[in-house]
């Protein structure tokens, strides 16, 4: 038998791939000659880069950027060295956790540490990037991730702008000159599982920007200097389309990275699927393992065990899914490819017992052993 297991995180339990090796487990307790791999398995957002970097070989990068506000934050990305790969969540530096509810403002806060990022992985030889840019404070259309890269801003008197989201008002001009040379032969693959448009009334500011502290007046101002800033940009880029699906992703980080850099803007489990190459381990399977630590509706509107049972569907492969909990609404992802899926507790107990690392590794790889002795039959 060959199964191939890739199941999202437990959170706050148990990582993708320690999952993945308690069911890996549990399988060999039944059949010892089965041939299991286990892969990574992410949705671009919170622990993307743990997952991928220790799923795909690589190593973890740790340094200081500039944070939201403007003071420097501890933040870390994954390098995989054979494919010079780097993967970054841009909330590490620059996500909306990482500035006290009273001070939320995006008049306020930048992007730079996530270029500082780059520019890091860019020095240390990468070229690939795969950036997930969910969970922002931010709406500088990326203002200050391009100038930390090089990017130019400049307002009618020739002076910087500076980096913050009040600063786009200023902008009248922008420059290349010092832009880093690296940067064209650099990919840029986005997760971005929003689809707003960087202006209007579905844009960022009017949609994203309340939460991220935004006033009415904030929203209107903002959006008006985004519109002006994506039009001067297009006078530059042939990709500064503010239309885009996406382009308002994270404060305007999507318009940003598609129109100043290339980027792709792709679902965040497309594109992690894709990276970790997942197709071509499922061909030859017998059965695919997927789950996360809750199953639910939601799973089956397009979450990353979802994105594993089409793949597999697509090869005709068996469909188990494995989760802390199920809801009586999760017998939707039956409709979406799962053919089948069990909660792994096997006793009442407190959730903090529950989440423990050990007692969900156990959990987990005792009800593995236990459907997997009715699939060797």
Sequence with gaps: MKAIVAIDSLKGS?????????IKE??????SD????????????????????AGLGGRIESLMVTGPLGKPVATEYGIIDETRTAIMEMASAAGITLVDATQRNPLNTTTFGLGEMIADAIQKGCRDFIIGIGGS??????????SALGFGFFDNNGC??????????GIAEIKTDNVLSELK????????????????????????????GATPEIVENMDGWLKSYAEIAKGVFDNANWEYPGAGAAGGLGFAFMAFLNGKLEPGVDLILEK??????????????????????????????????????KHGKKVVAFAGAVTSDAT????????????????????????????????LAATAEQVFRLLTL
Excluded: H, W
């Design 160 to 169: 910087d702008v500076g980096i913050y989201g009040k600063n786009l008002e």
């Design 276 to 313: 970790t190459n997942l197709e071509a381990f499922i061909k030859d399977a017998d059965v695919v393992v997927t789950g996360e630590g809750r199953l639910d509706f939601q799973t089956a509107m397009g979450k990353a065990p979802i994105g594993v049972a089409k793949l597999a569907k």
């Design 185 to 212: 032969k650099c990919n840029f693959s986005i997760a971005c599982d929003v689809t707003n448009p960087l202006c209007g009334e579905l844009g960022c500011s009017a949609v994203y920007g309340p939460q991220k």
């Design 34 to 53: 089965a041939e299991v791999i286990v892969r990574p398995l992410a949705d671009g957002g919170e622990g993307t880069t743990a997952t991928l970097a």
């Design 26 to 31: 549990g399988i060999k307790r039944v059949c």
């Design 14 to 22: 148990l990582s993708s791939i320690e999952a993945g090796n308690a």
């Design 137 to 146: 404070a931010t709406n500088d259309g990326g203002l200050g991730m391009l």
């Design 332 to 363: 939707e992802c039956n409709k979406n490819g799962i053919d089948a899926f069990f909660p792994i507790l096997r006793e009442i107990c407190t959730l903090e017992k529950a989440m423990e690392k050990d007692y969900a590794a156990e959990n």
